[in-house]
């Protein structure tokens, strides 16, 4: 059973047009976290909600923002996207936070800016 | 600034051949976390290690957290096809609670 769902799993815009991906969790987490990854690349914490404490990476552009309007759904937009912004957005999630926390993650969604 | 280097970046091995991979910083950390990611999907956390000179072995992969807590290395024994995928060290810093990823070893096992 699928513990961390995205929709969608592809998502195509234009450039400059707003949009905006989903993630839920069935595991009732405290933790949920948002990372960009390009190709080929180490994932990038852009940032993670604690409960609905929002900590922001300090070098996550403010063309990114996020919502956590309950403990199951976080929402990634992307106010405007532009070309660099192509990549796969992973969701993850974790009990609390630290090394004594696994991190689960989904599949991901895969951005394509035309 | 990357926190945590990966090396090598890519590797193509036979299969049945041993490697390791190594993840290494100039910083100290509080644990660290190895994940594997196959193509399309999210990393799956394979081991957490938090002590200072810990090992641990999950089957034909040995896990070792340097004695500094600043570095950490992966052993695989007999490598297959499946072992194929992205693989990934994940910090925890002393002074925050989050997890910053390395760099990334991409490794193909050729049957």
């Known amino acids: 059973d699928a513990m961390v769902i995205q929709n969608p799993r592809y998502q195509v815009t234009q450039f400059g047009k707003p949009v905006t991906l989903s993630c839920s969790q069935t595991?009732?987490?405290?933790?949920m976290y948002w990372y960009q990854q390009k190709s080929s690349q180490a994932p990038k914490l852009l940032f993670h909600?604690?409960?609905?404490?929002?900590?922001n990476e300090a070098d996550t552009p403010d063309n990114f923002q996020s919502r956590r309007p309950n403990t199951s759904f976080c929402f990634l937009d992307i106010r405007s996207p532009g070309l660099g912004d192509a990549a796969m957005y992973l969701c993850?999630?974790?009990?609390?936070?630290?090394?004594?926390?696994?991190?689960?993650f989904g599949p991901g969604t895969r951005l394509t800016v035309t | 600034t990357q926190l945590l280097e990966q090396s090598p970046q890519f590797l193509s091995i036979q299969e049945g051949e041993n490697l390791t991979v190594y993840c290494n910083s100039s910083?100290?950390?509080?644990?660290l976390q190895w994940y594997r990611q196959e193509p399309g999907e999210g990393p799956v956390l394979l081991v957490t290690?938090?002590?200072?000179?810990e090992v641990k072995k999950l089957k034909r992969l040995t896990f070792q957290f340097g004695d500094a807590r600043k570095d950490s290395s992966l052993h695989i024994t007999a490598a297959q096809p499946g072992d194929t995928g992205l693989y990934l060290c994940?910090?925890?810093?002393?002074?925050?609670?989050?997890?910053?990823f390395g760099t990334g070893t991409s490794l193909t096992v050729i049957p």
């Open positions: 993850a999630t974790s009990r609390g936070s630290g090394g004594f926390y696994e991190q689960y």
């Open positions: 595991l009732n987490h405290n933790v």
């Open positions: 909600y604690y409960d609905k404490d929002f900590n």
């Open positions: 910083s100290v950390f509080s644990s």
């Open positions: 290690v938090v002590t200072g000179g």
């Open positions: 994940a910090g925890e810093r002393d002074t925050g609670n989050q997890f910053y």
